[in-house]
């Protein structure tokens, strides 16, 4: 069962340590789906260990979650090969397919509320960022490879002499999807649908920090149709569950989303087993580039957003923004002021802009980065701590005077 919030707060001074961070909203919601889901059904892990996912407001346990590991990986490929080579799924009409994945789509869009509160609650994302822009973004993605399900067509091609050429598109056979933590359901639909709209099967590995979403929504997957074993998805971490995955010699194609240390591992292990070929998507630091004409006031917006977005946990932020000098005091008072502004507190409550940072971990690496901006000689404009007593919460920082390299 499902409920809605117990209450929305009205929004909290920037900088503050209010009862929005301090006594967070409890989300009325029951967490049902916490076992690994192989073959249709949800399963204890092989070993029976489970591991707790935290809510990144308090640093309290939401819920305990199946851990899966290598025999748990093997399962969930074993089941994704016997749906491809037997199952009904890559027999299926493509039109077929795409009927279940609207239906999904509907679904999903149905059940909004508590797929956005599954990702706040894990991630710490606002939830209206959630609910208003990540999860219709999800229903789309779902309902356009859904559209192109049916039109993926091979070619007649020239050729000289008494020749007839063409080309067959097919499917891979068993693909690793591999997913981060800063947009789950996000980078789910980046994977899944289009992996599955062309009559692929799928073993999807959650990241630790946020595997409550993925399993909800792939429930909701086979509440609309979907044949057992056609989507797999594998709770644990990334050495144990993920090294399987990418070494596995029964997965065909592997897509992995994360950190560029990680990816060099994922491609490693890869080439190092039946060399499946490996899509990735790494971590990056790029500039954001503010020209003498520019308008300073649009551009410190744009630099803000760019930066601070998801709390900064993007691949693409503009973590360095690069001013033209002769606008760059004005742009440096703006920025700071703009920071300053910015309502940090309970994502669950309407009009926060910055939820916590996902976990222990990445917080205590930020406020490294922070100190040793500090140390390095560069000007701290506004931020640079802990905002609250609980929880993984940082004041937006910005610095000034900062040394290239």
């Not at 967070?24 to 073959?39: C, F």
């Not at 559209?147 to 050429?165: E, M, R, S, Y």
């Not at 500090?374 to 007593?389: M, R």
Request: with cysteine.
């Amino acid at each position: 069962h499902v409920g809605r919030f117990s209450r929305w707060g009205r929004g909290i001074n920037s900088f503050s340590t209010s009862a929005a961070i301090d006594e967070p909203i409890s989300p009325s919601i029951l967490i049902d789906h916490t076992q690994l889901l192989i073959n249709g059904q949800f399963v204890d892990a092989a070993s029976g260990k489970t591991f707790p996912t935290l809510d990144p407001r308090t640093g309290d346990v939401i819920a305990h979650v199946a851990e899966g590991d290598a025999e748990d990986v093997n399962r969930a490929v074993a089941a994704a090969r016997k749906a491809f080579d037997e199952g009904p799924w890559p027999k299926l009409t493509a039109y077929e397919r795409s009927r279940i994945m609207f239906r999904f789509a509907d679904l999903l869009e149905k059940h909004t509320e508590e797929v956005a509160t599954l990702e706040t609650w894990d991630n710490g994302k606002p939830y209206e960022q959630a609910a208003k822009i990540e999860i219709p973004k999800v229903v789309r993605m779902f309902r356009y490879y859904a559209g192109w399900a049916d039109k993926i067509h091979g070619l007649t091609v020239p050729a000289d002499g008494q020749h007839h050429v063409q080309t067959l598109h097919e499917p891979y056979g068993v693909t690793g999807l591999i997913i981060p933590w800063n947009f789950p359901l996000l980078l789910y639909s980046w994977k899944v649908a289009p992996a599955l709209a062309c009559g692929n099967t799928a073993v999807l590995k959650t990241a630790a920090q946020t595997p409550l979403s993925a399993l909800y929504v792939s429930k909701l997957f086979h509440e609309a149709g979907l044949p057992p074993g056609v989507l797999n998805v594998v709770s644990g971490f990334g050495p144990t569950a993920g090294a399987a995955l990418a070494s596995h010699m029964d997965v065909n194609k592997l897509s992995f989303t994360g950190s560029t240390a990680t990816g060099k591992t994922v491609i490693g292990l890869a080439s190092k087993s039946n060399l499946k070929p490996v899509t990735l998507e790494l971590g990056g630091k790029s500039p954001f580039i503010v020209c003498k004409d520019a308008d300073v006031d649009k551009a410190v917006e744009l630099a803000h957003s760019a930066l601070f977005f998801n709390q900064g946990q993007c691949c693409c932020a503009g973590s360095r923004t690069l001013v033209h000098e002769s606008v760059y005091d004005e742009f440096v008072e703006k920025a700071k002021a703009r920071a300053l502004k910015r309502v940090v507190g309970d994502p669950f409550q309407k009009g926060i802009e910055q939820g916590p940072q996902i976990d222990d971990e990445q917080f205590k690496k930020i406020l490294k980065y922070i100190r040793s901006g500090i140390e390095s000689g560069a000007t701290l404009e506004s931020g640079g701590e802990q905002l609250g007593s609980r929880g993984y919460y940082i004041q937006p920082t910005v610095f000034s005077n900062v040394q290239s390299g």
